[in-house]
């Protein structure tokens, strides 16, 4: 699975959207986009996946640019609850484990 | 209802001694699969079972033994046990991975093992 490149930590105050960016400069075309976020002593929960387009749920969007190269997981109104580590993953589709390659990801802290 | 579930929560046990961690879920899912996340926090997939059947061993030692008795089931059974294997181990459920959609993996609270 490629590689994904990501801040180790970022702040946000609550209520206010999130940012959290992702690099993966090696994704190839059949590469899925993930997003897990773990809370503290929590297994990771997942949060969003797209492959080229941008993708919207209850918890999150994924934006993902043009050539794929990045993307960015937009927390729209930060909460509390939303203090978490934060990890961008890549899968091949046609790869047959479904197990993810987990990075360093990005320890989010939520400022009352 | 917990979707998956582990057993036991904490682990504290002496080196050489042989200990077991079970984890059940309750989803229906045909693959299940063992993380391990050391003290560093990073999170390494170790094996994953489909339908009772091993497909992926990454490089883990022998002394690791999973053990799938049903598709709800996927016990870790650790041999000899060392310093070194001290960590918060997770089980995960997701559906049949061997397709071309990528289904999420739903993950139990985790087991830390502490070797002493």
């Known amino acids: 699975d490629a590689k994904t490149t990501q801040p180790n930590s970022m702040e946000s105050n609550e209520e206010e959207p999130v940012h959290l960016p992702c690099n993966h400069s090696t994704i190839s075309g059949t590469d899925y986009i993930h997003w897990y976020r773990q809370l503290p002593s929590q297994g990771p929960e997942y949060v969003i996946h797209g492959l080229t387009s941008n993708v919207n749920n209850r918890m999150a969007s994924l934006a993902i640019a043009e050539d794929r190269k990045s993307s960015t997981l937009i927390l729209h109104r930060a909460t509390l609850r939303d203090a978490a580590v934060y990890y961008c993953?890549?899968?091949?589709?046609?790869?047959?484990?479904?197990?993810?390659?987990f990075g360093t990801g990005t320890s989010l802290t939520v400022i009352p | 209802d917990t979707a998956v579930s582990q057993t036991p929560k904490y682990l504290v046990t002496q080196m050489g001694n042989d200990k077991s961690i079970k984890c059940e879920q309750n989803?229906?899912?045909?693959?299940m699969y063992w993380y391990k996340q050391d003290s560093k926090k990073f999170l390494k997939i170790m094996f994953s079972y489909n339908n009772k059947e091993l497909i992926i061993n990454e490089t883990v030692p022998n002394r690791f033994s999973p053990k799938s008795p049903d598709k709800a089931h996927l016990n870790l059974h650790i041999n000899s046990l060392e310093l070194g294997d001290s960590a918060v181990y997770f089980c995960?459920?997701?559906?049949?991975?061997?397709?071309?959609?990528?289904?999420?993996?739903?993950f139990g609270p985790g087991t830390r093992l502490t070797v002493t």
């Open positions: 995960a459920s997701s559906q049949d991975p061997r397709g071309l959609v990528p289904y999420e993996q739903y």
């Open positions: 993953i890549l899968r091949d589709v046609v790869y047959t484990g479904n197990q993810f390659y």
């Open positions: 989803l229906g899912h045909d693959t």
